[in-house]
């Protein structure tokens, strides 16, 4: 059994989701899970569309989700001739629902109502690309992962209960795939993303949370292999968007992996690779571009993971330095308390240093969470901190150029260990330069 994984740009528009169509269609006779995300930018959108609606600001809440409804449709029109056909109205009573639930005031809690809205995304993009498939002739069966992935209720990280999902997916998905009177190979279409609770709620697993969702499935079903099908040819030594002249590695270890995934590393989810080392199923990154292409692929094999730097950049960071309004020292009992504080708020951090009278801390800014740290925080400790500054870490950073990554900025923070090197760095000013 295979599990592919397409993430939003691979089923952007229509000619993307033919594309994906025929990737399917000339793979492996094996039966097949396919894991969709929201289609394009629709995420993005529909983070908006939560923002203005948990801010009051109905009409455009109103207006964004039309342009999503719109770009929905049209992608429909370009795959269904035929006007017809059920998917327009299926899309139809999704929007609809969607219109009547904004009507009313939000509920106290903002993470669930994100869940709420922006796991629509996924939910409509499978419908449509499950009913393409069926219209060019690809049998396949669309299931709701809310069913399939059981989470606690933290939402917008929802937590698995690996014993009730291996459960429900050998309930519902395991008889589909072997069903001897099945003509074709069975293929199962499904959403990453999202998970459900066991009272019937939805839950999102975090942002870019689709990978995660292919390992979940991949982990329960025994799977030989899965494959995330990306825009770019493979796994590089640093984003081809940020740098020249990077290297494709074609072989690299599941623990090197979770390295670069644990300090940013963009093409694989945190949390995916986990459940694939456990069962060491191998993970394949390739080009929906050029499906022929060999790309990369993360195994046991350690051979490779010293030859080349790595090079990851984290945008859109805080820096901040915690200092006890009493100048007492840091010690285990203010860190217990930070740390809580941390939790209980839902930010992870990225990089931490600390000093007898300071504790400095970078991590992502996020507009709901970070102005409540910082209140809760700012009542008992004096607080400093800079915005927008870039977190840049260096994997095996012995055979790496520094001095250009480091041209024009200022720094904040450096932190080194034996294997990783580490920046909080700004742009310089022009007084600086």
């Known amino acids: 059994m295979l599990v592919y994984k397409f993430g939003g740009a691979s089923v952007k528009n229509a000619e993307a989701v033919k594309n994906v169509a025929e990737i399917i269609n000339e793979s492996s006779q094996e039966p097949l899970v396919v894991v969709i ?13 939560t923002e203005a609606f948990y801010s009051g600001k109905l009409e455009l809440a109103k207006s964004l989700l039309e342009e999503i409804r719109d770009f929905h449709m ?13 998917i327009f109205d299926l899309i139809g009573r999704t929007f609809y629902h969607l219109f009547y639930y904004i009507q009313e005031p939000p509920g106290r809690n903002f993470n669930y109502e994100y869940d709420r809205i922006v796991s629509t995304g996924e939910m409509i993009s499978t419908q449509i690309i499950s009913e393409y ?43 589909y795939i072997k069903n001897d009177k099945c003509a074709q190979r069975p293929i199962v279409v499904t959403q990453g993303f999202i998970g459900g609770t066991t009272q019937g709620f939805i839950t999102t697993l975090g942002r870019e949370g689709s990978d995660y969702s292919a390992a979940i499935l991949a982990y329960t ?15 590089f030594n640093a984003d081809p968007k940020v740098m020249r002249n990077t290297i494709l590695i074609d072989s690299i270890s599941y623990q090197e992996a979770i390295e670069l995934s644990y300090y940013g590393a963009t093409i ?25 292409q060999n790309g990369s692929v993360i195994n046991k094999d350690y051979v490779k993971d010293h030859s080349i730097p790595s090079y990851i950049f984290k945008t859109n960071q805080i820096l901040l330095s915690i200092f006890p309004k009493d100048f007492s020292f840091i010690a285990e009992q203010n860190l217990s308390r930070l740390f809580s504080e941390f939790a209980r708020t839902g930010i992870k951090i990225n990089l931490m240093q600390n000093s007898a009278l300071s504790f400095s801390v970078c991590f992502d800014q996020d507009k709901i969470k970070t102005p409540v740290l910082l209140r809760n925080l700012e009542k008992i400790y004096n607080l400093k901190y800079n915005t927008n500054t870039l977190l840049i870490t260096v994997r095996h950073y012995e055979k790496a150029n520094l001095e250009e990554l480091l041209m024009g900025k200022e720094i904040l923070l450096e932190q080194k260990s034996r294997t990783t090197l580490q920046w909080v760095v700004k742009e310089k000013t022009a007084e600086q330069v």
């Open 268 to 292: 694989i989810h945190p949390k995916t690779l986990k459940p694939l080392l456990k069962r060491s199923i191998p993970l394949q990154i390739k080009s929906f571009y050029n499906p022929k």
């Open 74 to 86: 049209e992608i429909a029109r370009k795959l269904f001739p035929v006007n017809q056909h059920h």
């Open 37 to 49: 995300s929201a289609m394009d930018k629709t995420t993005n959108a529909l983070e908006k569309v």
């Open 221 to 235: 079903l025994g799977a030989r292999e899965v494959t995330i099908w990306k825009d770019v040819a493979g796994l």
């Open 133 to 175: 498939l069926n219209f060019s002739g690809i049998k396949n069966r669309w299931y709701s992962a809310k069913d399939l992935i059981i989470t606690d209720s933290n939402y917008r990280d929802a937590g698995v209960d690996w014993l009730k999902t291996e459960k429900a997916v050998k309930q519902k998905i395991t008889p």
